[in-house]
Each structure stands twice: as structure tokens, then as C-alpha cells.
């Protein structure tokens, strides 16, 4: 190890090739024999010398074998650790396609449903798709809605909307406030309603071309009654 040419390995020769390639790097050729096995030295001061040149290349030898061996040990960790995280893949891509599978199998007849699926009870969704699963719903109760809206002619969306806004103020505060029943809105232009309705619909016209609006979005008889129970009847015009 005290030479360059023999450290780590000596591939120029054998093991007596070596040796003599380190006496006479440290210039103690006349100073030794050599034998068939062995080497004889004759003075202790060559030994002591090579002893010398061996103890200072020790630490820096100790040193490179522990970042040797701190690296191998790194570098499995890593392997280790890289491993476990296909692992982990793996197995997160294998749930969330059970959970999608489960999904497709338990809503694939919804659209057949009267209820498009609403009763049908959501699978609990792995850890990796909760945040998904609340965009899922969302998609799914606009397909839900898309669905049911379908069904109703377009002229009548603006009435749905109008009874959606009624049902959530008035849910549970009212039992009947009229959601069966087509809306009109201008019940005063209507025969069935308001049996001078020609001249309330003239008094409107008029009023059109003196005011400058375009439509009359509700109207209706009111019934008024003070604190002493007195009635008076009222036109309500919006």
C-alpha cells in the first residue's frame, strides 16, 4: 500500500516483483536479499523507515474504506427506498382503479333510474382519491341535473329556476305554496284570473309607452287587512 505502483492491486508481475518495485521506490535496494520465499533486510532502519511510510498512509486508507462502505450503505438505502415507492405506486394505482371499477359497476344502469342514481350509496374512496371523489360528485350531480333538466321543455327553465329559489326560503316554513302548479307570473292578463283583464292589459300597454318598460314579470289580486280586520282589494303589479 506504500507505493502506487502496487496499491490496490500489482498486475505487472508476481507478489517478489512487487516487492522489489517498493524497495527501490524508497531507494533501499542495497540494503536487502531476496530469497525464493522471503526477504532479508539488513539493517532495522529500513524497516522502521517502511513501517513509518505504512502508519501515515493508514488514516487516509481507513478513510477511504469508510466512505466506501458509507456510500454502499447509502446507495442500498436508496435502492431500497426507491423500491418501496414503486411499491407504493403500485399499490395506490391498484386501489384507485378498484375504487373507479366499483364505481363504473355500481352506477352503470343510473341513467335507467328514475332517481338517475341518486340513492345509490358511494363506495368509501382510498386515501389518494378523496380530494377526487368531491370533483366526481360535482360531475355527477351536473349529469344528474343535466338529466333531469331534459325532461323539461326550455321554455320552462326560467319557472324551474324561480320554484328551485321558492322550495329552499320556503322549504319546511309552508306546506303548499304552489310547486305543482304551473307559474304564470302576469296572472291579471290571464281570462281564467281576471275577468276585466282586457283593460287591465290596455292600462299595461299604456303604461309601456309611457314609462318604457317591456314586461310585466308578476301581478295578482291582493287582499289587505288592517289591525281592526277591515278588507281592502288590492292590484299587485311588478
Known amino acids: 500500500m506504500i507505493s502506487q505502483f502496487t496499491w490496490p492491486n500489482f498486475r505487472s508481475g508476481s ?31 529500513t524497516l522502521f523507515a517502511l513501517e513509518r511510510a505504512r502508519n501515515q498512509l493508514l488514516p487516509g486508507i481507513v ?41 363504473e359497476f355500481k352506477f352503470r344502469r343510473a341513467k335507467s333510474m328514475k332517481d338517475f342514481g341518486k ?21 355527477y350531480n351536473r349529469w344528474r341535473a343535466q338529466q333531469i333538466l331534459s325532461r323539461i ?19 319546511n316554513k309552508r306546506y303548499d305554496f304552489g310547486l305543482k302548479r304551473k307559474w304564470e ?24 309607452n309611457s314609462k318604457h318598460f317591456n314586461t310585466v314579470l308578476f301581478s295578482c289580486f291582493v287582499t289587505k287587512f288592517n289591525k281592526f280586520n277591515k278588507v281592502s282589494n288590492f292590484f299587485y303589479c311588478l
Open 15 to 45: 507478489d517478489k516483483d512487487a516487492c522489489k518495485v517498493i524497495i527501490d521506490e524508497y531507494k533501499f535496494t542495497n540494503d536487502v536479499k531476496y530469497g525464493k520465499t522471503k526477504i532479508f533486510i539488513r539493517t532495522p532502519q
Open 63 to 103: 478513510t477511504l474504506i469508510q466512505k466506501t462502505w458509507r456510500g454502499y450503505v447509502v446507495r442500498q438505502q436508496y435502492k431500497r427506498m426507491k423500491a418501496l415507492m414503486t411499491m407504493i405506486k403500485v399499490y395506490r394505482r391498484k386501489k384507485i382503479r378498484q375504487y373507479i371499477n366499483e364505481l
Open 119 to 139: 340513492s345509490i350509496l358511494w363506495p368509501a374512496p382510498p386515501l389518494s382519491m378523496r380530494s377526487v371523489t368531491k370533483i366526481l360528485r360535482n360531475v
Open 153 to 171: 321543455p326550455k321554455h320552462d327553465w326560467p319557472q324551474m329556476k324561480l320554484k328551485i329559489t321558492a322550495a329552499s326560503i320556503l322549504m
Open 185 to 208: 307570473g302576469n296572472y291579471l292578463s290571464s281570462p281564467s284570473e281576471n275577468l276585466h283583464y282586457t283593460v287591465f292589459n290596455d292600462s299595461v300597454n299604456n303604461l309601456k
